[in-house]
């Protein structure tokens, strides 16, 4: 792939940009860059949350005056957009359907790929826009035969594991001004500008939906199935109240109060057996049945629009995982991915993405694992 550089769109320049604005630091000082880059920038506030709009836990409305705020200040205009119908219809139901089945599906990949660069994206060219900006942490590079999806250059706050089920139409569009900056840098510019957000807590909550008790939110959607709790060797040591309701690798919330067999070691959720509604749990953060070699992974979804030729790359199985070495296998239905070393609650439903090097290609939804 012959390279351009890994901010600008090639052949014709922006000169309209539309920023995503969620009231947060990054979102904010995005604008306020490529504003000083003399762009025209435009704010666009997406609301895909309705639900519980006045509970504690939804922040809509504060951040709705945080946008105002830096808009006023940068001297933009800002709009407020409503996708809490496609947010529903394109993540949350599918999100409630993964968790249904026994698995743990991750809100913010499918969010990013339906919404913030799907939805958004129409409308902001709707509006005329020649591209979108987003604060993500990651990097576009243009190339003559295509654009290329990179890592931030801060590692630490690298978002491209989110964004890899994008496109070569949606990453064609898309600014990512902050890819080539530290967050602590950020947050340093955001305080000299004046930004009335700089020191604002960044959100971990759910995508669109806030931070709050996870359990409770999902049980007002999905129904409670109480079963056993059991031991690899079958011993049943407590009861749980939902399959859906837990993750491989959780160690809080099991209601395993103390050591069963004596020897101190934590309990962790290990399995999940929906046939016959069983939670195995296993003592020991380095338990064999929490220990995967290979995945198999389907739903792929590669940048370039191919997938990659089989053999040696890297991958990640969730979010902050340091890369790890693994050969990949293309396969009918998906790819699988044979690791150097054991991967640790390698968790149906969350994401396996393939790199090579800096740059992110792709990757699938995780099926199942094995030791």
Known sequence: MTHLNSSAIPLSQPTKVVVGMSGGVDSSVTAWLLKQQGYEVIGLFMKNWEDDDNSEYCSSRQDWLDVVSVADLIGIDVEAVNFAAEYRERVFAEFLREY???RTPNPDVLCNAEIKFKAFLDHAMALGADAIATGHYARARHALDGVQLLKALDGSKD????????????LAKVMFPLGEMTKTAVRQLADQIGL????KKDSTGICFIGERPFREFLNRYLPSTPGPIQTPEGKTVGEHMGLAFFTLGQRKGIGLGGSQDGNGDAWYVARKDMATNTLYVAQGHEHPWLCSTQLHAMDTSWISGNAPMPGPYAAKTRYRQVDANCTLFNEDDGFSLQFKNAQWAVTPGQS????????????????????
């Open 100 to 102: 249904a089945a026994g």
């Open 159 to 170: 978002q491209s594991y989110f964004l890899h089920r994008l496109t070569q139409q949606q």
């Open 196 to 199: 009335p957000n700089a020191r």
């Open 352 to 371: 396996a993405v393939v790199y090579q090097g800096d740059v992110c290609l792709g990757g699938g939804i995780i099926t199942s694992s094995a030791e």
